[in-house]
Structure formats: C-alpha cells, structure tokens
C-alpha cells in the first residue's frame, strides 16, 4: 500500500511536522520505499495469535501514593526557551 | 411536536491521592505554578512512569459501589495529541480495557426512582492548565494540575431530560464523597462534568450528538442542556442539519457554543503504553476494599426508613456518611417515639448550629447520645420545647449532658399535681376579678390565669397540665 | 594502560601504581588527539571528569572501594547527566542540560566510576551508522573513510581506539551489537528489564535496553554487574535478586550446545563475514561445545514487524519535544500550531522525521489493527521461533551483521538498505532476549566481523563466560585499530 501527498500532508500534521513543499515528493518517496518493506507482513496469516506488548509477562507494579518530590521549578525551567512568573509562555492558546 | 431527549453523560472526578497517578509530587491545590510539577509530570526526556495504588484502590471501590464488574486486568494506553498543557504530546489514559466496566446508579426525580446503566469508569491523568492572561500576546503554561489521577465514569444514553442529568450528577457527586474517593470541590475542578446531547424522534435513531463541556456546577448543568436541547430542536423544526460538534457552556451569556472543530480532525491514534504493564487487581485485593468500604448509600437509605422515617425525611439524612452516621447513631436506642423529633432536632438546630460554625458532624459539640437523651426529657414531660432548646444551647456551650444541665439550672417541669394545684389556687384566690370575667364568658381571662400560673412556677410547669387542673377548678 | 583490562586498571589503581587522575589524564589526552578525526564524543568536560577522578582517589584513601572505583567510562549521548548537556545526537537537544542522572549514570558514579564524556551517536538512536548525528558524523577507526555502525558508533569507537576503556550504550533494534561488530569491540544487549531506562531518552520503549560496550566479555561482566539491577522508576524494570555476571568466566564449555539458525547463513550474508564466523564456531567446537542446527523461520518478518512497533512507539515518545518546557524552539512562528510544526521540523532530522510520519501514519484511524496489531502478532511468533529453537540448544550463534563497516553514505538514500543491516538482530529485541557481539576476525579489506551470541531470557552470564573462553583462546578482541595506533 503506497502513500499520496494527501497521507503526507495529514500525517505532517498530526505529527506537528512542518514540510516545504519543495521536499514533499522525496519525503513521500522515502516513506513509500519503508511502506513497501513493512507491507511484507500483510500476507502473514495471524489470525489466533495473541499480540504481544510486552517482551516479559510481568504486571503492573504499584506504588505507595507518597509525595516524595520536593519544588524543582528553577532547575527545570533552566532549559525552558521561555517562562515568565513561573509559567511556561507559548504562543496564544485559542479555546 | 415531540422530541425525545437523549443523553449520556462523562465525568472526570479527581481521585482522593496525595501524589500524582504516575509521580510523586503533590496534587494539592492551589500551589504556586509549576512548583508541583515534576520531572515525569512535565516529562523531562527519559522519565517514565509508575502507578500509584491508591488511584487503583480508588476505583476498585467506585466500581463496588456500582455494582460494576473490575476487570482483574486492564491496560493502560496513550492518546496522542499536541496541545500546551499535555507535556508528554500523549495523555496516558485506558481505552480497550478499563479497569471497571459496567454497573448503575439510582437517582430520584420528580418522576420517582430511576437507574442509569454505566458503560465503564476508568482510570488516566489529568493536563495542565493554560491561562489566558495576557503575557504580551502568549498564554501561559502551569503543570502542577498535570498527573493528577482522574477516574473518567461513562453512563450509558439512559438520561432524557436535564433535570434527570443534574439528579444524576447530584447522586453521582455524593457518592465519590461517600466512598472517599473524591472530594467534591466544584469549584476547584474536583468534579467535572460533560454532556452528550442529542434529540430524536420516538423510536428513531439516535440525532447527532454535541459534546457539551465546561459544566462545573449543577445549575449551569441544567442550563446548558436545556439552552442545548431548544437550540438542536429549533435546527432540526427549520429543516437545518446538525453537525457532531463539541460545545462549550458560557454560563455569563447561557449559551452553548462551539469549539474550533474545524482544526485536525481528532485522530489520537490510542496504543497500549509501553512504559506500562497490564494492571492486574486480584481477587484478594478485591475482597480487602471490599472489606475496606464503608456501608454504600442505599443500604443506609433502607435503615433510616426502617426507623420509620419518610422518604423525603430519610433523605435529609443522605447528604453526606457522617450525616447518616450521625443520625443513625442517635436513633439507635432511642425510644420509637422519639425518632421523628430526633431527625427533626438534627436536621433542625443540630445542623443549624454546624452549619454557622463551619463543622462537619464528627465534630458536633453535641453528641448523638446527648442529643437522644435530650429528646427522652421532651417525651417523659420533663422539659417543654422551650427549655429543650435552652438545654441544647447550654450542651453545645459545653455545659455536660441534658440531666446535669437541667440539674443545675433547675429547668424540671414541675409535674407533681398536688404542688401545681397549690399554686392554681393561690393563683385564683389572687385574681378574683380575672375568674370573674372568665365565669362571666370572657375566654380571655383564661388565658391571664395560665400567664400568671406559668409565672408563678418560674415556668417550669407543664402548660398542659396547667391547662386541665385550672379548667377544673374554674368549672368547679 | 590505554589497552588495559578493567581488571588490570583496577588492579593497577588499587596497587597504587597510577591514580585515577593521571589513568583520567592519559585518555583525555588520547581523545584531544584522536577525537577531532574520529568524532566519537559530543561533550567532553575535562575539568569535571579530573573532579570526579580526584573524588575516586580520595575514596580509594579511607573508603572500601568497588573493582571500577576511579577508572573512566564514556556515556552514549542518550543517557541523562545532570550538569553535562544530554544531545541524543540531536539539535533539538543541543542546548539541553538534564536536570537529572539516569540510573545507569547513578550507578556508574556510585561505584566510583569517572564519566570522561559523552558519546555520540545517530539522532535519537535512529541508525545503524552513526552518521545521523546533528553533530557530524563519527569515523571507524579502522577505516576512517567508512562507519563505525550504529546507533551506538560513538561508544564503540571511544573503546575501539582505546579513547576509553569502557562504554556504555542502548540497543533497541541492534545499536550495541552491530557498532560492536563492525567497530572490532565487545558489547552485550542484556535480557530486557535488566537495566533500568529510567534516564535514558526513549525511541522504543517496550525495546530500549542499555547495556555495556568493552574490549572484552570479562570487562563486559564486570559492568553489567554495576548497571544491571532493579530501580522503582522504572515499570519495567525487573525485580530479582542480584547476580555475579562473572560467575561463569571460568567455565569450561564442555556440554555447551549452541543453535546455528539456518536462516542467519542464508539471507545475503557477505561471504567473508560467513567465513569468519564459521571458524569462530569451529572454534567453539575446539573448545568442548557442540552445535546443533535450529530454526528462526521469522527472521525475515522481524524487520517489518519491528519498524511497525518501533516507530510506532517512537512516533509517540518524540511528542515531547515541542519547543514548550525545553529543547529546540523555531525563533518565527506565525501561532501555536505553527511553532510547533517549525520547532519540530527545525530540531529533527531527516531520519528521524521519517520515521516519526511512517509511526504516526500506522497509528492513524483505520490503520491500527493492519499495521500494528499485526506487527504485535508477528511479534509474537518471533518470540516462539526463539523459544522453539532454545528447546534443543544453550546459545544461538551467527552473524551480528550481514556485513562489515560500509563506507560513509553508502546507505543514506535508501532507508531500506540501512534498514537490513540489522536484520538479524531485531529478533532479538523483539523477543526480549539477551544478545551479544564479539569480534571474531577480519574480512578481506580488514575490517572487523563480529559473532552475535544470543542466549535464553537471563542468561548473560553463561554467555558472557562462553565468549570469556573463546576471548582467552583467540586475540581478535586485543586487536587495535590500524588508523589509531597506541
């Protein structure tokens, strides 16, 4: 199954990725080359298999509800590109 | 024309955990931004997470109390969006397989008892926040609500109007504070609430529906529903078509409207958190919460009227558990007599009282024992209603129980005969002008003689007996 | 000293022969020398390792101290070290400083380790010849014309021209085995859950393993004993008891059975590279072992099973970088929607970008149960064919790689193409499986070829002991590069 320009606009998208449309056809063409080996899989018969998540069968350990972190916010926010009171700053939200 | 009503209605209550679903920082509210934001929560590169048991615990219990079936495993998935306050691009919440499926709730209307059908509850992680104040034409950004665990309840389309959606949220609402498993508080975002609105045609299929958020009280609830419903039928009497949309409620000009549904067509691309493993809750850890849980609402419900009580009375009762536990408490070893005017005296001045001092029910000044043998002095005669309440007054200021108050302030209704009929004729020969008018048919007069034998006795005669032995001596 | 054991550094520091700060000196000084032609570091920060160095020294005074107390290791650029910036390889992060140590750097700097700097690596660990890095690509010592393998390449390159006498790395589809391989080194993938990735960046979660890189399995042993162990951070992090990985260096191979998969000598396999390996199994028999053949007929169905998941997960775990709380920000953006797409587009590299649209392309509505629920079924079977084949053997035994060290930009236009090179070890992290590379000889250019060992769920130590014993009777692993002599 190969992909159009269309996929490659919608995916770019959902993934937040801008793309000149200049550079379009060869993304396209990189992607549909990947496309092409994963579609050797479809032909596998699969049916009553179990899918598999994880690599060991093991479960969910919990923990206790501690609060064991303390206030790190300057440390954290020294990599941030931009805060101001404490908040993060962004580009207008609109609701 | 008629429209039928349909509506489902979703839920986020905030779980009643001191620390994150997948953190260890503090979900208290209202901290400075940011400062209850941790590494995982604003999902620092090479952070992970791991669940906190409580949340779990959380909703093991919601579902008992719902009779709900608890999956023994449930998986734990990622939906994928951008948004500024979702750190990770992903919200970590249950999809295919939530940890409770099923289950109802009872709600009352004007109608009588209704049950609405619950499709699942599951557990995730609540966003950020992003606030609109102006920083130089940016929003700003605060994690600390980030990771706060939330139980998401689904009802199935069972509610038809939006009185039915507000009993339902009502009940809803009391029963997370019931089970403590959520605090409640509206107004902090505790309990949040969404609607999914349709109307149809009896028997035809299901109208498209508008997703109504933003709902965080029940008056704006019920607003938003019926400003929804009148806007759909009027779409739909014009001819017009309704598109599936989400709406928000704007409670300043009540009206819904919608939310930019043209930006990507969501796709969240759900996929099971590999960061996770499946939850598995055994049936031990099943029995031992269910062991843990305090007696469920309608099992209380159910003592209360077997006390005698009305619906309506039984129900003053069920505001909270302590309230019940309260009442429940004093009833027991009451005399059947007294019952009624004890749940009168608690939903009366017992609550009056804690209400003005801000107290929950386990910190009344009076207990439940004191306030039953209180009401037992009403009912052997010895105190009137007046001095009932003169006694209570003195209990909440901390006085000792009703016999040592009444002890001491000598309140005891004089109730042997012979000293009241000494009294009354005292009284009599004293005012021979009053029995004559009385004699004469003047009902007044009557009434004068009581005053000044009631005066005599400080008060503390039982007007009632007073009543008969002057009707007597007067008829003599 | 600079083609030392760990064990002979040790033995050296704890004799008082040398300190940590003069052993710490000699390799800063190698990697100022070398480092400019082969970029096998991204950051090095002289001051701060000779800090760490004289901490060690004055432990080794009054403290008891453990067998890595004082001796340099070199972290791969994906794992978190507060106040040493953490890249991944990437310009999205080339600013970063972890406010945090990953485990595995915990670990290290508990046992008194010196971090002498970070390695580097293909962007986000995405490669397989470490020429994805925003940071230029690194060179094979061997051949500097030609790629060291990858993701891991920094790494292996730091120990194969003796920059430092131990590396640490991640495997998520090979990045340890194959750099090891075609970089002449040892490096093992452990059994997944053995080390925590709490601190490492994420590109497949349910994958991602961190393991070590050495000269030999012995040094190997002696690492995985320090990074291997159960942390509360992580959910998949295993809790079992300790082990000695050690323990079975010094057993015979006598009654050892090792599987040799049909599939692994067929798939267009370079012939040198079959050679080789072959006389290493020769070898194996020589010293007692007996091998038996087996079957992976998944092999082929690893690979796009494995870029389904991978990228998938990947798609996902890269939604982080956006520009909001850290990392690369677009200086002009119209609105919201556009920063992040230009901070994104901006931060990411080719690579990287491609295998996040094809991650969220199988993830898109309609597409999941077609791509990665069956990906998540051939998995599955992938894991039977292993679980079958270790039925009737102890170890599994072939090729690392189907070839040796390519030449820079042999493999840049076709994804596909670089995509093969791991071919025969994706299995393995597909399965869970522990894995390892050991040289095992040269092809006809001179370039290393590497023998992947692959044993059952946590049994590390029976292989490392099986390749301690084909390392004491063969010295491919002792070779030094030809382009970096000592």
Known sequence: MSLSLDDVQRIALLARIAIDPGEEQTVLDGLNRVMELIGEMQAVDTTGIEPMSHALDVTQRLREDVVSEVDQRARYQANAPAVENGLYLVPKVIE | MNWEIVIGIETHAQLAAASKIFSGASTAYGAAPNTQASAVDIALPGVLPVLNKRAVECAIKFGLAVGATINRRSVFARKNYFYPDLPKGYQISQYELPIVKGGSLTILTKQGEKTVRLTRAHLEEDAGKSLHEDFHGMSGIDLNRAGTPLLEIVTEPDVHSAEEAVAYAKALHALVRWIDICDGNMQEGSFRCDANVSVRKPNAPLGTRAEIKNLNSFRFMEQAIQYEVKRQIEILEDGGKLVQETRLYDPDRDETRSMRSKEDAHDYRYFPDPDLLPLEVSEAWIEQVKGSMPELPQARYGKLIAYGLLPDQANQHMSSRESSTFALSAFTGASRNDIPSLSNWITGPLSAKLNEESLEFAQSRVTSEQLRRLVARIDDGTLSRKMAKEVFDAMWSGEGDADAIIEKRGLKQLSDSTAVEKIVDEVLAANAKQVEDYRAGKAKAFNALIGQVMKATKGKANPQQVNEILRRKLSG | ?486
């Open chain 3, 1 to 486: 000293m600079l083609n030392s054991s760990l064990s002979e550094l040790s033995a050296a520091l704890a004799g008082g022969k040398l300190s940590s700060v003069e052993l710490t000196q000699m390799f800063l000084a190698r990697i100022a020398r070398l480092n400019g032609a082969l970029n096998a570091f991204i950051t090095v920060d002289e001051e701060r390792s000779l800090e760490c160095a004289r901490r060690a020294d004055a432990a080794r005074l009054h403290d008891a101290v453990g067998p890595l107390n004082g001796i340099p290791i070199a972290h791969k650029d994906i794992f978190c070290t507060s106040g040493v910036r953490t890249t991944c390889g990437s310009r999205m992060l080339a600013n970063f400083t972890s406010p945090y140590d990953a485990h595995v750097v915990e670990r290290f700097a508990a046992a008194g380790a010196v971090l002498l700097g970070k390695t580097n690596m293909d962007e986000f660990a995405m490669g397989s010849s470490s020429e994805t890095s925003w940071f230029g690509p690194v060179r094979n010592p061997w051949d500097t014309t030609r790629v060291p393998g990858g993701s891991s390449g920094g790494s292996a390159v730091a120990v194969a021209a003796r920059l430092a006498p131990a590396a640490t790395g991640t495997d998520t589809g090979g990045s340890i085995r194959q750099p090891a391989a075609m970089s002449g080194i040892s490096g093992l993938k452990p059994t997944y859950g053995v080390v925590s990735r709490y601190g490492m960046v994420a590109f497949a979660s349910s994958l991602d393993q961190a393991g070590p890189m050495a000269k030999s399995a012995a040094d190997l042993a002696l690492l995985l004993n320090v990074m291997a162990g159960f942390d509360e951070r992580d959910s998949t992090s295993l809790e079992r008891e300790p082990e000695d990985y050690a323990r079975d260096l010094d057993k015979p191979l006598a009654g050892l059975r090792i599987g040799l998969p049909r599939e692994y000598f067929s798939e267009g396999v370079d012939t040198d590279v079959a050679a080789r390996v072959c006389e290493a199994i020769r070898e194996f028999e020589t010293l007692g072992a007996s091998t038996v053949e087996v079957n992976l007929p998944n092999t082929r169905l690893s690979l796009p099973s494995y870029y389904v998941l991978a990228l998938a997960e990947a798609s996902s775990n890269l939604s982080r970088f956006d520009g909001v709380r850290y990392g690369h920000r677009a200086a002009q953006y119209r609105d919201l929607l556009d920063m992040y797409c230009r901070s994104r587009a901006e931060g990411f590299g080719a690579e990287v970008k491609r295998r996040i649209l094809i991650g969220t392309y199988v993830l898109s509505a309609g597409y999941y149960d077609a791509y990665y629920l069956q990906a998540q079924k051939l998995r599955r079977l992938v894991a039977r064919d292993f679980a079958a084949a270790f039925g009737g053997c102890d170890l599994i035994m072939g090729p690392t790689a189907p070839g040796t060290a390519f030449p820079h930009g042999a493999n840049t236009d076709d994804p596909v193409q670089m995509y093969l090179n791991d071919i025969f070890t994706i299995a393995v992290n597909l399965a869970g499986l522990p894995g390892m590379s050991i040289p095992c000889g040269f092809d006809s250019r001179g370039l290393p070829v590497g023998l992947q060992i692959i044993g059952n769920y946590f049994s590390e130590a029976r292989m490392l002991g099986a390749a301690h014993r084909y390392q004491l009777a063969t010295d491919w692993h002792a070779r030094v590069p030809t382009e970096t002599p000592l």
